[in-house]
């Protein structure tokens, strides 16, 4: 990246955030690296237009580019999650589309069920420090303590009791496959809407890799920047009778003018997502993460749920001597960027907790093979047990050097 002459200091600042990314390995389950034209269109002349309303129907002049723009993103959202009537592609984030919806069919005052955000639920599925927590009584369901595998009976038996008009499908961290299909059963039985929140694995459920929620879900909403490798945003699809009211939830109901530099980058990501090249992205990110999971128990390690389904591990760390604070340090050092992670019945706090989340995402995007995730493997154990993370730094480079950020370098 190169320095602007305008302003060297924040020029300055990129070239060294390039710098980090290049030479260290993100093992963080919610990132990855988009695209060279990705981050094009992100920079692109359209951060400049104001675009307020929707396409064909626009409060502002000049929105003839702007339209088809943002129609391209629709369509391509739903050619990749085909099933669905209508995608809104103006959310900013994750958390901006899951306030659009609740607000959208929970209404002032309704009732949510989610996952408990200890258990790997999310901030937005009506957590207290959220909005959604303030706005809606909000009841969640947990993990079994032993096996970390969600229990429907206990989901049923929250829906049963607290009778909301939203049921959450979808976690943080979560590193199996939700059952939609039972999930829609227990929503149906209180005559509630289904949610499915499939931030995470958004561009493993598009390519086919792990089960999808179209035509279980009245509403699917998602981040478009973990697994599906686009721009920071958020994507929300829906059934033709949940169209109307989501989009006026969105806008004016909580934004304004969309982002419409970040909806063409979703343009971008989405026409990418279609390949045949992202399907086998998606499968390596699988792949990966499964062997990454069975290397990590060989050498002892007790891993959530016994392994995954998707692009991410979650490792319990009890009795090991160690908390996941401590490991996500020893990892900065090392060149690894980790995060602490709750465990089911984590006795610790959260800026403290038992365990680490990693995923494969990001690594996968720079080509990191089995043999990678043999390596990475062995430094997360390393890192766990042998308090000395310079000692890893230059193993940590060589996978640096030898898998480069495709478009940084
Ligand atoms: C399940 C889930 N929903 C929503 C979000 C929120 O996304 P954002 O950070 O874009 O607000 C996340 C982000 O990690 C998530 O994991």
Redesign the pocket.
Known sequence: MSHHPSDPELFGLLAREADRQANTISLIA?ENHCSAAVREACASVLTDKYAEGYPGARYYGGCEVADQVERLAQERALQLFPGMAHANVQAH??????LAVLEALAGRGGRIVGMKLSAG?????GYPMSHTGKLYAAEHYGVDPESGLLRYDEVREVVQRHRPQVVIA????YPRAIDFATMRGIADEVGALLLA????PAGLIASGEMPSPVGYADVV???T??TLRGP???LILTTADCQKKIDGSVFPGGQGGPLMHQIAAKAVAFGEALTPAFRSYAAAVRTNAAHLAECLAEQGLKIVTGGTDSHMVVVDLRGLDVTGADVEKRGLAAGLTINKNMVPGDPLSPRVTSGIRVGTAAPTTRGMDLDAMTEISALLVALIREPDPEALRPRVQRLCDAFPIPGIG
């Open positions: 919610s984030s994750g958390t901006s589309a899951n639920g999310h901030l937005s599925h979808g976690a943080s961290s929140d499939i931030a995470h909403t998602m981040t920047h973990k920071r945003g958020g």
